[in-house]
């Protein structure tokens, strides 16, 4: 066989002939064995365990080294140009034959790299039985050498054994973050189809973080979890670098020098973070129940001022009390239901990142601590080299102890290299998955906030639509128009306010209803405080009627409301109120 035809492969070398240390490489022909009734080719071609493409696997060449007499080179050349010629007839285009599989380490090598693995989890359902921990339901798709199928249906895990799980990986895996297991139940209630929804959402979200690093996909209990028949416990249990006291001994020092100034600024900002969210949670906390309270207190102010209608002998006033009773004790209810939406939209994601927060702040921690034993290692080496050196220096040099010394100088090396390898490794790795947890806690945490302003805005919107069902009520207590006037002695004959709710299908009413063509002329000098519009039309009645009680006195701000402004900038109340409402912050 020529090997000069050969492609440039890396594991044949390029040059001079392979047999060229042989003591008569330069010969051309074997002579045949004595027994030349053995057929050249004793067995037949071996197919190929790689699929169509290496039909050329297993015996190499077979023609090409076949061995001939000495008489046997015609029949060698002869057998050559028929497979030649039958070559060419099975690729008559002229295609390039396929080269043997053992020549394509290359692209083999190439498809490895380019496969990715992966393991993907999607949560399909949720079991719940009063308030026993819930059974969660998911299946499983990974391409990982490790499980022993690709897909597992319906996989079943209690809530305990996710925490289960996540405690192993926080201790097994110092060199990735792993996100804090969601709590089990919601302040939405057990049972709620809101609480079901969340629970599975952020189970979901946990998996895919967890499926989505490269380190904690590869531990051998992700295969444990999701393949035991029959529940899930840790097989191998690892504990933290240092606990206990020693934990907060060491916590007390300042931090190890660091070439990573990236995550050395990190750990402060984090445990900033974990205690303002945690204090904003406690606070919250008191919001909820305070505003608990409130409803439960307007429910029963609700209850007993409808009460009063039963004696009261005016018929307006009846009305207006138990239409009112009735308002009140809703505007309760709604107020209750407000402070459950406070806690589910803003209580419970507080609560969550501030614990997904501490374990962030551990796993750096472990770093530092990880660090302090990497400079022990180092000084520990200096020592050992140290001793070494006087011992060689030394005049009269025993066996035994050069041994100890060399084979203690060698394992403070080795545990140095150990510990260095390892403290790259988590520095490279907490610092990419320290900008994935900023990116994720800042995304969550906007998507929390905008929740609650939207849940809080509803929230109002409906308490005050409540309100307005029985301001016609109150204005139909007597024929003057009720409590509207607030005290004042003269009554017009006409009443001209507005009862058209503020809260419309387009929102608040000062944002959705355009004003009217005057408003923009009715503007006070001072431009602090304006007249209202009815007021001064109820003046304007009293001077016209002229008939019982006195005449009010008539303001100055209404003297000049035909007075034209030339400052622009003055806007008198309602068209500040117009503008409040409509602008962004």
Same mark, same amino acid.
């Given at each position: ?12 070398? +390029? ?47 077979? /023609? ?107 201790? @097994? ?70 606990? &206990? ?19 050395? @600024? ?6 900033? =973070? ?57 505007? &309760?209810? =709604?107020?209750?239901? /407000? ?18 927060? =501490?374990?962030?702040? +551990? ?13 022990? @290692? ?53 610092? /990419? ?56 002695? @003269? ?48 003046? +304007? ?43 962004? =912050?």
């Amino acid at each position: 066989m020529d090997y000069s035809t050969l492609p440039h492969d890396p594991e044949i070398p +390029e040059g001079a002939s392979p047999w060229a240390s042989s003591p008569q490489h330069s010969r051309t022909t074997f002579a045949n064995p004595p027994t030349s009734d053995i057929p050249s080719s004793p067995l037949p071609p071996q197919t190929s365990p790689y699929g169509q493409e290496s039909e050329s696997y297993g015996y190499v060449g077979q /023609q090409d080294s076949r061995v001939s007499g000495e008489n046997g080179d015609q029949r060698q050349l002869d057998q050559d140009g028929q497979q030649a010629h039958e070559q060419q007839q099975q690729n008559p285009q002229g295609q390039p034959r396929q080269e043997p599989q053992r020549y394509h380490h290359g692209s083999r090598q190439q498809r490895q790299l380019q496969q990715q693995y992966k393991l993907q989890a999607k949560v399909t359902g949720l079991e719940r039985t009063g308030r026993k921990d819930p059974i969660l339901r998911f299946d499983v798709y990974t391409n990982l050498p490790k499980f022993r199928t690709t897909q597992f249906r319906d996989v079943r895990r209690l809530h305990s054994e996710f925490v289960k799980l996540g405690e192993h990986l926080i201790s @097994a895996n110092p060199d990735a973050f792993v996100p804090a297991v969601p709590p089990p139940l919601t302040s939405a209630g057990a049972g709620t189809d809101e609480d079901e929804a969340r629970v599975k959402a952020s189970i979901q979200r946990w998996l895919n973080v967890i499926c989505a690093n490269d380190v904690l996909i590869r531990d051998e209990e992700m295969v444990f979890f999701v393949e035991s028949d029959f529940g899930y416990s840790p097989v191998v249990r690892r504990k933290q670098p240092a606990t &206990g006291v020693r934990r907060k001994v060491i916590k007390q020092f300042a931090p190890p020098p660091d070439d990573t100034p990236e995550l050395a @600024a990190a750990r402060p900002i984090v445990k900033a =973070f974990y205690l303002g969210t945690m204090e904003t949670g406690q606070k919250l906390e008191k919001v909820v129940k305070a505003r608990r309270t409130l409803g439960l207190g307007e429910a029963d102010l609700g209850v007993k001022l409808a009460a009063m209608h039963a004696q009261e002998t005016h018929q307006g006033l009846s009305t207006a009390y138990r239409k009112l009773g009735k308002v009140i004790q809703a505007t &309760g209810d =709604f107020h209750a239901a /407000q402070g459950t939406a406070e806690a589910t939209t803003l209580g419970d994601p507080l609560t969550y990142h501030s614990s997904d927060a =501490f374990i962030v702040k +551990e796993t750096l921690t472990n770093r530092h601590i990880l660090l302090r034993e990497l400079l022990q @290692a180092e000084s520990a080496t200096k020592s050992k080299t140290s001793a070494a050196d006087r011992l060689k220096a030394s005049s009269s040099v025993k066996r035994d102890k050069v041994d100890e010394a060399i084979a203690a100088l060698d394992e403070a090396r080795s545990h140095e290299d150990h510990l260095k390898k390892k403290a790259q490794r988590v520095t490279a790795n907490l610092l /990419q998955g320290q900008r994935k947890w900023f990116h994720r806690t800042a995304v969550d945490m906007r998507a929390a906030l905008r929740e609650y302003v939207v849940r809080q805005i509803e929230a109002e919107r409906r308490t005050l639509a409540t309100l307005e069902q029985v301001r016609p009520d109150i204005r139909a207590i007597d024929a003057s128009g009720g409590l509207s006037r607030l005290g004042r002695e @003269a009554h017009p004959a006409q009443r001209r306010a507005s009862l058209a709710s503020s809260q419309g299908p387009k929102g608040d009413a000062w944002s959705g209803v355009p004003r009217r063509p005057g408003d923009g002329l009715n503007r006070s000098v001072s431009g602090g405080f304006g007249v209202p519009e009815d007021v001064d039309e109820e003046d +304007e009645d009293e001077e016209e009627s002229g008939k019982g009680g006195r005449k009010r006195a008539i303001s100055k701000a209404g003297s000049l409301k035909g007075l034209a402004e030339e400052d622009d900038d003055r806007i008198d109340a309602k068209n500040a109120a117009s503008r409040l409402a409509t602008t962004t =912050f």
